[in-house]
């Protein structure tokens, strides 16, 4: 039996190479052109990136979008982003283009940068929130002035071969489409103008491309059981002792050690566990209500998580009552699905989720609503089937190492040692 679950758990654990996510089944982000003016060589365009993800944003150190050129265009300005290299421009004279390489890749501005390099929605380090969690962020923009390039919808030609690293790979980039031009509100809000031209370019997520390994586990206990097995060991070749480091090491006090890494390398903290680790308690039994402590710790040294996010399916998530010090949002993919929601950090409050160290943890408690037909503590009923942070899918503990509950009688079991526990868990903020 045993063997048989391993191996169901095996096949659960690898099925998510495909792109297609059923919690998030419109999620994309889509890049769009839109041609503001014609110029004697070329053209001007406001390049439009819109996350449509719901639960997956782009952190820091943000997005970087490359593109290949049909023909022999040139970067003549940017505003509100920059390449990263200028390329070949020797044939040039006098003025000389922002970037003439073939293939371009724009990165966007850090905050605070002058007035005059400043577009809308631009210079905030590449990041962008997810749809669910901040429509209103989920945007950055810049403009771009190309030379050598065709001068009228018929002669323009479209970019080619578009990527897109968010700050990791993952994301595939389908052809740049012509689509209806946008139309835009004129200053004054009463009249409407129109890009002469627009395209787009879609880009979806796979976790499968992203990384080999999940990037964060999911552990549970009971108040009937404290313990509960940690993480399973080593998912993700933290024991290559070259890539995890002891909490007392020396270079952790290494300058500049914590400085994140345009490849996302984590430097990850010897504990056995993956970069983030997410951990759901079963915490409180009342009659007609159920209270469950989610905490989520960070164990790499090289990240701060901005705008986190942890996305659970539970059936019980159909009846949140309250959820205490973080926020949370029903996620509805589909009409049919009632048992998935997101949570995110408070503003200001725990919306960052800092480095590993004695600040790198959030935690939360969830008071849910009994359905006196559904609910039990059978079968692991109590525990989460999915569990998604920062959007990446996470590894759950395999269903036979699952953390004993009692019957759901709940005057039975919440007894004193229930009491004492919960007080001692209030009292110590630990699970
Ligand atoms: C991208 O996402 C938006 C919003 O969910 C959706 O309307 C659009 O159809 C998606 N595009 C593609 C090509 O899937
Ligand atoms: C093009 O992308 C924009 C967002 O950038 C979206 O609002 C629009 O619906 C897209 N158009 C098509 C035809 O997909
Ligand atoms: C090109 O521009 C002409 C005139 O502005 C317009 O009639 C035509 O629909 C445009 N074609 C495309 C593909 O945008
Ligand atoms: C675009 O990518 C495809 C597949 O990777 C490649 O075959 C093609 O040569 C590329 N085109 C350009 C213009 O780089
Ligand atoms: C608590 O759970 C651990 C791990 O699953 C198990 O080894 C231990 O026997 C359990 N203790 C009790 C009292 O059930
Ligand atoms: C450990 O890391 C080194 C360097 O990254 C690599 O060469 C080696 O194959 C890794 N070993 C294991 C067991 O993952
Ligand atoms: C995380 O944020 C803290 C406080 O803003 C900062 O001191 C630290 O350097 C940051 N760490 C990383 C890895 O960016
Ligand atoms: C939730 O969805 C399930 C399955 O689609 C359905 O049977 C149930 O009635 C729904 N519950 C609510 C409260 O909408
Ligand atoms: C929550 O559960 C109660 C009791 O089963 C039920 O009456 C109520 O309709 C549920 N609410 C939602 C939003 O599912």
């Keep these: 039996m045993r063997f048989v679950m391993s191996v169901l758990y095996f096949l659960v654990f690898f099925s998510y190479a495909a792109a297609y996510d059923p919690l998030d089944p419109n999620g994309n982000i889509t890049i769009k052109w839109d041609i503001m003016s014609w110029t004697p060589d070329g053209y001007v365009a406001v390049v439009t990136m819109n996350n449509f993800q719901m639960y997956r944003h782009i952190m820091s150190p943000g997005w970087t979008l490359g593109w290949t050129w049909a023909k022999k265009e040139v970067i003549w300005s940017m505003v509100g982003a920059q390449t990263t290299e200028q390329g070949d421009c020797s044939k040039f004279k006098g003025n000389v283009p922002h970037c003439c390489k073939k293939n371009p890749t724009v990165v966007d501005l850090l905050p605070g940068v002058p007035y005059n390099q400043q577009f809308q929605n631009c210079c905030k380090g590449g990041v962008v929130s997810s749809w669910g969690q901040d ?6 923009s810049f403009q771009v002035s190309i030379g050598l390039a065709g001068t009228s919808n018929k002669t323009v030609k479209l970019p080619k071969n578009f990527t897109l690293l968010g700050p990791g790979p993952g994301y595939t980039c389908g052809p740049a489409k012509i689509v209806p031009p946008t139309n835009f509100l004129t200053p004054d809000r009463h009249g409407k103008t129109q890009a002469l031209m627009t395209w787009n370019v879609t880009c979806t997520y796979s976790q499968f491309l992203a990384r080999k390994h999940p990037s964060c586990c999911v552990s549970f206990s009971s108040f009937s059981n404290e313990t509960f097995p940690p993480c399973p060991s080593c998912p993700c070749g933290c024991e290559n002792k070259t890539k995890c480091t002891k909490s007392d090491s020396k ?10 890494r345009k490849d996302n390398t984590p430097l990850v903290q010897c504990t056995s566990h993956v970069p983030g680790s997410v951990h759901w308690h079963v915490k409180l039994n009342y009659k007609d209500y159920w209270r469950v402590k989610v905490a989520i710790t960070n164990f790499n040294y ?22 205490f010090s973080f926020d949370y ?11 998935t929601g ?17 600040f790198g943890n959030v935690q939360s408690e969830v ?10 503590f059978k079968q692991g009923w109590a525990f989460p089937r999915k569990v998604y ?7 759950l503990p395999p269903p036979d190492t699952y953390p004993f509950l009692p019957n759901s009688a709940y005057q039975k079991i919440f007894g004193i040692s229930t009491v004492i526990y919960s007080m001692l868990f209030l009292l110590i903020g630990l699970w």
């Design 389 to 395: 942070f920062n959007g990446d899918e996470c590894m």
């Design 135 to 140: 429509p209103t962020s989920s945007v950055s």
């Design 342 to 358: 997101m949570f995110y950090g408070m503003k200001f409050y725990n919306d960052l989720l800092m480095e590993a160290g004695p």
């Design 302 to 323: 090289r990240m701060n998580y901005t705008l986190w996010t942890l996305v659970a399916q539970h059936p019980n998530l159909n009846n949140v009552t309250q959820v």
């Design 367 to 376: 008071l849910m609503q009994k359905d006196q037909n559904t609910f039990t």
């Design 329 to 339: 949002k029903p996620l509805v993919p589909y009409e049919s699905i009632n048992d």
């Design 251 to 260: 270079l952790l006090s290494v300058v500049g050690v914590n400085t994140p």
